[in-house]
């Protein structure tokens, strides 16, 4: 079992950052890939990024590639995404998710979910 806590979301301006933290705790954080999804009100969830176990591979959705890094920091069982250049339509609330199977672009995957950060982007 893991648990998985984000924070850092919050209201921003467009063009601004934010970095968002995912917090785990419980069975081996380094054996699980790990992804972050959004979902805005009204739609699907959606891949965001996603990083391997030992963080040397690391993939995005077309829309955040090049502002959106992710990365993770295996001795803190953390997970992190910097997300620079917000837009509007990054609005939306965050999770984050831990795959046992590798990293993935689909949410059937992942076994374990936060309970989400809302980010709200202004124009």
């Known amino acids: 079992q893991v648990q998985l806590v984000e924070s850092g979301g919050g209201l921003v301006q467009a063009g601004g950052s934010l970095r968002l933290s995912c917090a785990a705790s419980?069975?081996?954080?380094?054996?699980?890939?790990m992804g972050w999804f959004r979902q805005a009100p009204g739609k699907d969830r959606e891949f965001v990024a996603a990083?391997?176990?030992?963080?040397?591979?690391?993939y995005y959705a077309d829309s955040v590639k090049g502002r959106f890094t992710i990365s993770r920091d295996n001795a803190e069982n953390t997970v992190y995404l910097q997300m620079n250049s917000l837009k509007p339509e990054d609005t939306a609330v965050y999770y984050c998710?831990?795959?046992?199977?590798?990293?993935?672009?689909?949410?059937?995957?992942?076994?374990?979910w936060g309970q989400g950060t809302q980010v709200t982007v202004s124009s």
């Open positions: 998710a831990a795959s046992e199977s590798g990293s993935h672009q689909r949410v059937e995957p992942y076994i374990y």
């Open positions: 419980g069975r081996a954080f380094s054996s699980y890939a």
């Open positions: 990083i391997s176990w030992g963080g040397s591979s690391t």
